[in-house]
């Protein structure tokens, strides 16, 4: 599936700030002297210091047509089978078109599907006045990523039929009038038009450039100098959010995460996988339909100003066959003080027999380097912080502390080291091999060690980057055992590249974010793809074969290169500490209802067909809805808490979603602290056998 992964919102941004956007002519879609030399700059960059140092060949070119394509019609609504057998004709010219300065093909294949997009959204516009038979038995084919492409219009018209018939059921079952749904798809369709109209020629090369570094990896990208001008604006105005990191999937927004302390997290009701369809300013302002919308439109109208509001439309985890809800969120900066580390012990919980165990919450790696720099002892830090957090839970006597590591998706690298010393002596942390081969190895300096007892690190699939560094030390020095899923898999390093300062050009040629490293452990295993495999899985691990780096087309495949000398701590086994976990869990409410929800949501993703029948679709909605509230309220019978039905407000359902989610953090924790009393105990034992075989 084409996706603009976190490294293309970077680029994405840049378009926010355009103050007044008009069509752009035909005539001005052609290649320029500047595009040409940015060619040239990427390409050899590309050859020379990214880390895979792929060659640029007739391989690349077919892929690369491939992914361009893809990009201008991910959905294949637009082009037919003939436009693609034309662009074959080119398909080997790609690299030489780039290698020599010349991306004219772009341009060509843009302005065909420019006029293949006004003919068919005419067409779409045009079927809004008939009127279709909601009783019919046909479906859709929303995911046509695979399809093959259309052979003549008869077929296309059929396509776009049922894809005009699905978005009027959709608007008709969330109980939207004739008169309203018209002017909504209508406003709809015309915007994809509108948009497409607006490109320009700086916008259609950055498509098409990006389309060869995603034949190399996906973490790499080009942003072009109208969106590097934009983007340096952007980031010296005040200007927030509802603090999520946004992605494009077809022509969806998508949640990729929420970030810790931000709006979003806060509200409760924003989560990753949602699909966001549309966006409103304020309490009254009008609420516009952003799918088919471009990242960077619909980012540019979810910031705003600290304290206004925006309402969003969710289609909850990208659910077609269900209505979508209205939020209100209040936008806000995410503060240090929101995203600082924090405790709590758990204690008098079945299984712990006595046992009081600690958890630090750690949502990033955060770091005040001006303050840092300047010797300021106020100054924050995820180390700094949770320095103070361990003196506080050993002085209250814990047995055992648990970092929490969830949905943490990384930050300072210095930090990741400097909180790995705090548990370890001296010792190597990351190694860090670069483009050229040469490998850095960042090491705890400080021999102190400021927790030495029993620890467990809990990471779930959005544990990234620095607390992928951090779990995997833990693991290789067996100073721990860590718990959970496996990690997001980002294991490599990005840099950005000014090019017009790479030949002292007065112009400006746009800028290149490069992959150049790859982090690997002390045991020279890499963190990225695989991840961190905890020595101890959760069950909900197997549904997420297809998320972080493992999802990603021509994401770097896991790699190993020689560990570094390291100290290894004793360690008790985890077979049976394993087996004592499923034991408990086998029948465990929690976690029986995190299964069938993940369960749940996979059927959701794997489905690529909807039925048009409206009596069909409401029946299976249903469905689901009634196996959804009969699994949550399993799981709150066992809590003794009130019973979900139908009937309940939004606002209602949005309170006991809260409690459920609070509920099921805290199934995680208590068997967490359980797991980590279990080794406590098998700890203790070893050590009282090798004292009476001594």
């Keep these: 599936m084409f996706r603009s992964f976190i490294a293309l919102l970077l680029i994405s941004l840049g378009a926010l700030l355009q103050a007044k956007v008009t069509e752009v002519p035909l005539s001005e879609l052609t290649a320029s002297e500047l595009h040409g030399d940015a060619s040239i700059i990427v390409t050899q960059f590309m050859k020379r210091y990214h880390y895979l140092h792929k060659e640029i060949d007739d391989d690349t070119s077919a892929e690369m047509l491939d992914r361009y394509l893809e990009s201008l019609d991910p959905n294949r609504h637009f082009f037919k089978k003939s436009d693609i057998e034309t662009f074959d004709q080119v398909r080997f010219n790609l690299d030489n078109a780039l290698l020599a300065g010349k991306p004219d093909i772009a341009f060509e294949i843009f302005k065909v599907f ?68 018209i002017k909504s798809l209508t406003k ?47 980031m010296k105005l005040s200007l927030q959010g509802i603090g999520a990191v946004l992605m494009s999937e077809d022509e969806y927004t998508k949640v ?43 980012v540019q109208q979810i910031r705003g100003d600290k304290g206004s509001i925006v309402r969003l439309a969710i289609l909850p985890k990208g659910n077609n066959s269900v209505p979508s809800k209205e939020i209100v969120i209040i936008r806000d900066e995410i503060k240090l003080e929101d995203q600082a580390a924090k405790s709590e012990i758990i204690e008098n919980v079945e299984g712990l027999e006595g046992l009081k165990i600690g958890v630090i919450e750690i949502p990033a790696f955060y770091r ?101 560094i951090f779990a995997g030390a833990i693991k290789d020095y067996h100073r721990g055992i860590v718990i959970g899923e496996p990690t997001f898999g980002k294991g490599t390093v990005q840099t950005l590249i000014d090019l017009g300062q790479q030949i002292r050009s007065k112009e400006n040629l746009g800028r ?16 990225q793809h695989k991840g961190v495999v905890p020595d101890i899985v959760f069950p909900s691990a197997k549904w997420i074969s297809d998320h972080g780096e493992r999802s990603l087309d021509n994401a770097l495949p896991w790699a190993s290169i ?53 009596k069909e679709r409401k029946v299976a909605w249903e469905k689901r809805e009634d196996t959804r509230i009969e699994n949550r309220n399993e799981f709150r019978k066992s809590r003794g808490s009130e019973l979900i039905t139908k009937d309940l407000s939004d606002e209602e359902k949005d309170k006991l979603d809260e409690e459920d989610d609070e509920a099921l953090q805290a199934v995680i924790l208590n068997e967490s602290a359980r797991i980590l009393a279990d080794y406590i105990k098998s700890k203790s034992m070893n050590e009282l056998q090798s004292a009476m075989t001594n």
């Design 114 to 181: 420019r006029k293949r997009v006004n003919n068919r959204i005419g067409y779409a516009i045009s079927l809004l006045e008939m009127p279709f038979d909601f009783n019919r038995d046909e479906s859709y084919l929303f995911d046509r990523e695979k399809a093959p492409w259309a052979e003549t219009d008869k077929e296309l018209d059929d396509i776009w039929r049922k894809r005009v018939k699905n978005d009027y059921l959709g608007q008709k079952l969330a109980d939207k009038t004739d008169k309203e749904i």
């Design 188 to 234: 709809r369709y015309e915007g994809i038009v509108r948009r497409t109209k607006q490109l320009h020629a700086d916008d259609v090369f950055q498509l098409f450039l990006n389309a060869y570094t995603l034949v190399v990896e996906p973490h790499t990208a080009y942003m072009s100098a109208r969106a590097s001008e934009n983007f340096d604006i952007n």
């Design 256 to 298: 990729q995460s929420v970030i810790a302390g931000g709006p979003a997290e806060k509200s409760g009701q924003v989560k990753a996988d949602d699909f966001i369809i549309g966006v409103a300013q304020g309490i009254d302002g009008e609420m516009e339909d952003v799918v088919g919308w471009s990242l960077s439109d619909v």
């Design 368 to 468: 005040d380097f001006e303050g840092m720099q300047n010797n300021d002892p106020k100054a924050r830090s995820t180390t700094r912080d949770v320095k103070e957090l361990l003196a506080d839970l050993q002085a209250k006597g814990v047995d055992g502390i648990v970092i929490d590591l969830r949905n943490n998706g990384g930050g300072a690298l210095s930090e990741a080291t400097e909180l790995t010393g705090l548990f370890i002596e001296q010792g190597p942390i990351v190694q860090i091999r670069e483009s050229s081969g040469h490998v850095d190895v960042k090491s705890d300096e400080d021999p102190a060690v400021y927790y030495s007892g029993p620890l467990a690190v809990l990471v779930n699939r959005n544990s990234a980057s620095a607390s992928e």
């Design 512 to 527: 290149l974010r490069l992959t150049m490293a790859q982090f690997f452990r002390v045991n020279g295993g890499s963190t």
């Design 562 to 614: 020689k560990p570094v000398p390291h100290e290894l701590r004793d360690f008790v086994t985890v077979d049976h500490l394993v087996d004592a976990h499923k034991q408990r869990i086998a029948n465990d409410p929690g976690f029986k209802f995190m299964e069938v929800q993940e369960r749940l949501l996979q059927t959701i993703r794997e489905e690529k067909v909807v039925t048009l029948n409206e």
